[in-house]
């Protein structure tokens, strides 16, 4: 379905990363943790629409928040929005993360964290955060979690905050800490292959978000296509973004 | 307005192809209509026309296949498509729920297989064939025989001679002559011709200095072209007698306008579905209103209707 | 960043014309220059390309002669200039105080008219000489040169024959094979080619169902045709060896980065100026900035320097 | 020069017709009545500036104002913006009105009373007006013009207010009623010939404000061509809008 939403607030949470809230009261009744909506800005300049993940979602008041860092033009254009304006927004689209685990390791790295987050705030208190990012500034998503995670797990490149390294550098002693029943990642492709073979390795189920340029977001114009595992084609759009990480990574 | 006005407002047959409304699809911008159920009550509009198929699947093009343009956007999917046989067997049985006209829009490497497409797609319930002389995406996409007038002849001859059902034939604009093509194909059987498909273009990242798209080149469409689209079915209509399908940017009932009055039989709509998946619906409800407003009683009564005004002596 | 260093960066030399930049303005859009001088300092930019001018005055087309389109515009101005005599009686003599690089654009309607306007420029200081075998404006406005590979050729001979300056062939996009014509114009003598003129389109008002422009169709030029126009300079540049003046739809330094990274050896900005009249000075000092950033040392480092990804086996 | 100017204030003073207050020192401090001014609006869907009339012109304040109609997408979008909103400006550009006259009549109809007011204002208390409108709503002009001019005329088409006809029925009257030693036209086409040929055989001099549709603006592109009765070509952004009428009537 396609809604006019308001913004409802917008504000610069790190340099160049923006937390637009916007009421949209149909989507965010239906929405599953790991969708996304295509946003439509109006401005004139863009025929093609944008896909953001869904970050948090508030049934209730018929909210949801998108996590979003400066880019190119459309995300340019998104953050000029202020209080008041209107996007149109399509959505909720694709499959988001399976539901059923009790007790998850969410992996997220730089703006992954976006769709990893819905996850967390809807199984609240089900879920443990491994967080990476190029540095402390980039982990402002730490206070976002802190309401719906039990431990959460920093790492840095520059080791300005947590240990020293890349997500795929503490997994192994995570994994040693506690038991989990999966492993949801979303982040640049090659931390998400990093973390699948892991969670292989150590028999764990293991779920990632991928992300390819789309077009109509409803897997119709073959945009998103990418090779599964079983030489089959797939959509992100529709089939994903979240795939079992056995789907996609050889 | 109440549906009966509308109804008769925008019924029109296209070389036999009954349809509600004068508006289809653009190929490659609706999958198979199915995926815009949602959105667009498909049994009320046109028709649909499906993906680009070929004789065997094909997986497309490998790297970044779209990106947005200054008022358009380039595409190199490359005819990604699970070919014919598949086609026949899954996709079609599943779409026939939606009670639609389904235009085929096929593409091949050689004149053989055009014709073996036209003979497979024969023997079904069809509304019609579209003959793809023009994809730049893919060396086996047609774009050979869609800049030789004497190929593109040849191509459609096969066509024609493998099924009874209507036969339209899109033509690329990268050509010198749009006129020439077109009577070539009209000569050799089409029914009807589509124009236009996308323009060849490119566009290159700064940051990494390397094209955009993964292959390189890509296809650009939407209301940048326009007006080389107006442009296109205006010259031809005025060469052929057979229908025009016109698109290429069309965003409202006001661009459909333009193409009718160029002399377009009917219009397709491609990039404004990614813009607002429900737009085609829009667009017929507003040139209904229009063709109202003008008093008109049948889309008939704009088609080809320009005025030009006779230069001063 | 001091003057020093920009200069340095973007100092070049076209076939032979020694240019403070590599960013010239494109024919038509820029006057004589002169209209532009409380914006923009003439003599610090890479030169001005003057309006068509023939061997007879013309007044060029009735009705209106411009509209807007999505990210573009079209035009018939159907090169109204005074003619090759008052040119360079009154209008030579006159804008030779901004000691700038004067590029004169010719068309003729014959082979002979273009070596005519050769010879009578090749006695006076002009930098060099853009030959227009694309205006798609006007009978005479070299179209049918510009179609024709051979035509082409001859057109360039001509001129070549009767001038020792500089001699740029401006191509049209309005053909099937740009390679095709690019290479024959560079086998016949030309120093340098440019691309795009522009592209043929169309509109109509659909309140009238009269085409807007007087002369039915014009000349689409804006960010609209931007990815048609860096497609044919990549196309061109791989293919010839004299350097390329690329154009078409750029309005920042990003833009024309994307041309010299395409393979243009120079740019030159046409529409933009419309938009704002300063955007040239601009776009130098941008695309200086853009040079120092990425440590390159002059334009050259960024001209044709385009990666173009191996394909995996 | 170019500007970059703020909006002062917006209202719709007739239906689709509106008027626009520009924070604008510098063109505001030199604009001379009958000039005009190319508006960029930024809002991404404009690559052509519009033309549009200077029609008060505050110094002190450095502002300057415009009226409009609403006839398409530039002055559509104009139409949406706000006070603070900004605009590029590019002006003034071309001749304006001769301001030798002692006592000159100007006629106006339509948007063409735009342009007279600035000469009417410039000219406080030195001129009278005649203006032309299809009925009563399009002579919301008087208003504005009352501060500037001694006597007002107003024709409509309808008859709805002053007259029933054309400035040009009523022109001759107006005429007989006082001695004026200019007219200044400006107006559809076939009004100014109208009124430039009744101007001619009174033996007053005539000025007209012509209309073309511009893309320089600078007189560099040719768009706006005329020919004139002298056979020469003229452009209406740099030799004009003003003209005498001799010079393009033929
Ligand atoms: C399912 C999905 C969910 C996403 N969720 C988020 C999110 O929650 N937060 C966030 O910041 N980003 C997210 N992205 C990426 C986001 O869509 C792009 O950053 C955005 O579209 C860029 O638009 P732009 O106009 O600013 O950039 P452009 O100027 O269009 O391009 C700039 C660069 O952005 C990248 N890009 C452009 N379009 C896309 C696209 N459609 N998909 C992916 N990358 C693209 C390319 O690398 C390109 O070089 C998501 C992408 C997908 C597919
Ligand atoms: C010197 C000059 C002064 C002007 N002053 C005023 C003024 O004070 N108030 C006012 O309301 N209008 C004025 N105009 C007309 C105004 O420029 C146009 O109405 C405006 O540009 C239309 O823009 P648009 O995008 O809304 O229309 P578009 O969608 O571009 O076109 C709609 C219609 O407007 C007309 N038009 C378009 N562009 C122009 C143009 N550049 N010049 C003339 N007509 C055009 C055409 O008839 C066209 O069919 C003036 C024009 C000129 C040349
Ligand atoms: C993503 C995409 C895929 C396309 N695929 C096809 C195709 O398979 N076959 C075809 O004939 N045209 C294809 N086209 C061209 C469109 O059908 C249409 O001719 C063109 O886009 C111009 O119309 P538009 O500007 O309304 O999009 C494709 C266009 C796009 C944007
Ligand atoms: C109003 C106008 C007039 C033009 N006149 C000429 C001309 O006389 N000769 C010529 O070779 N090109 C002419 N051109 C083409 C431009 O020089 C340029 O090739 C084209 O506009 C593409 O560049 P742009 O998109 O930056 O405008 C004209 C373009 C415009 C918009
Ligand atoms: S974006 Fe169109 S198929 Fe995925
Ligand atoms: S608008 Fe360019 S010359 Fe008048």
Chains 1, 4 share one sequence.
Not at chain 1, 77 to 103: C, M
Not at chain 2, 117 to 131: C, G, N, Q, R, S
């Amino acid at each position: 379905m396609t809604e006019t939403a308001t913004v409802m607030a917008q504000q610069e949470v790190a340099p160049g990363v923006y937390r637009m809230e916007l009421s949209s009261p149909a989507i965010a009744k239906v929405a599953q943790p790991g969708q996304f909506v295509q946003v439509r800005i109006f401005n004139g300049n863009h025929i093609l629409r944008r896909p953001l993940g869904i970050a948090e979602c508030d049934s209730a008041r018929g909210c949801f928040t998108m996590f979003y860092r400066i880019v190119g033009s459309g995300t340019r254009d998104l953050s000029l929005l202020v209080h008041g304006e209107i996007l149109n927004v399509l959505g909720p689209l694709g499959h988001g993360f399976a539901t059923a685990f009790h007790h998850p390791l969410l992996i997220g790295g730089g703006m992954g964290l976006s769709p990893l987050l819905s996850y967390a705030q809807a199984k609240r208190g089900a879920c443990d955060i491994l967080m990476g990012g190029k540095n402390a500034e980039e982990l402002f998503w730490q206070s976002f979690y802190a309401p719906y995670v039990q431990k959460t797990f920093l790492t840095t490149d520059d080791g300005s905050l947590g240990s020293q390294g890349f997500t795929t550098t503490i997994f192994p002693q995570v994994l040693k800490q506690d038991t989990y029943d999966g492993v949801l990642v979303c982040g640049p492709e090659i931390m998400m292959r990093g973390i699948a073979k892991m969670a292989a390795q150590a028999g764990i189920p293991c779920q990632v978000s991928l992300e390819k340029r789309m077009a109509c977001g409803l897997g119709a114009c073959l945009s998103c296509s990418i090779d599964t595992t079983d030489g089959k084609r797939k959509k992100v759009c529709k089939d994903g973004p979240v795939f079992w990480a056995e789907e996609v990574f050889a | 307005m109440n549906c009966v006005a509308k109804d008769t407002l925008l019924a029109t047959d296209l070389c036999g192809i009954k349809m509600k409304t004068p508006i289809l699809t653009g190929s490659g911008t609706f999958g198979f209509g199915e995926e815009f159920a949602d959105f667009v009550d498909l049994s009320s509009i046109g028709g649909v026309v499906v993906k680009g198929t070929t004789l065997k699947p094909r997986r497309g093009n490998d790297g970044v296949r779209i990106t947005e343009t200054p008022a358009g956007m380039l595409n190199c999917i490359g005819l990604e498509n699970p070919g014919v046989e598949v086609f026949l067997k899954e996709t079609l049985p599943r779409i026939r729920q939606y009670d639609m006209n389904v235009i085929v829009n096929i593409s091949g490497s050689s004149v053989e297989d055009y014709g073996l497409l036209a003979e497979k797609l024969d023997a079904t319930d069809i509304a019609a064939i579209e003959v793809n002389i023009s994809c730049p995406n893919v060396k086996e996409g047609g774009i050979v025989f869609g800049t030789d007038p004497k190929a593109a002849a040849a191509v459609t001859r096969a066509v024609k001679s493998h099924t009874g059902k209507p036969v339209i034939v899109k033509l690329s604009p990268n050509v010198t002559d749009i006129v020439c093509m077109a009577k070539a194909v009209e000569d050799a059987g089409a029914d009807a011709i589509s124009l236009i498909n996308t323009l060849l273009g490119m566009q290159i990242d700064i940051r990494t200095w390397t094209p955009v798209l993964g292959n390189i080149t890509g296809g650009l469409s939407g209301p940048c072209v326009k007006p080389v689209a107006v442009r296109m079915v205006w010259q031809v209509a005025q060469a052929v007698h057979v229908p025009i399908i016109g698109m290429g940017g069309i965003m409202s009932a006001e661009d459909a306008v333009e193409f009718f009055l160029a002399g377009a039989s009917a219009v397709a709509i491609g990039t404004a579905n990614f813009t607002d998946p429900s737009c085609i619906t829009k667009i017929s409800d507003e040139l209904a209103a229009y063709l109202a407003a003008h008093r008109l009683e049948n889309i008939h009564d704009l088609i080809g209707k320009i005025k030009i005004p006779q230069k001063e002596a």
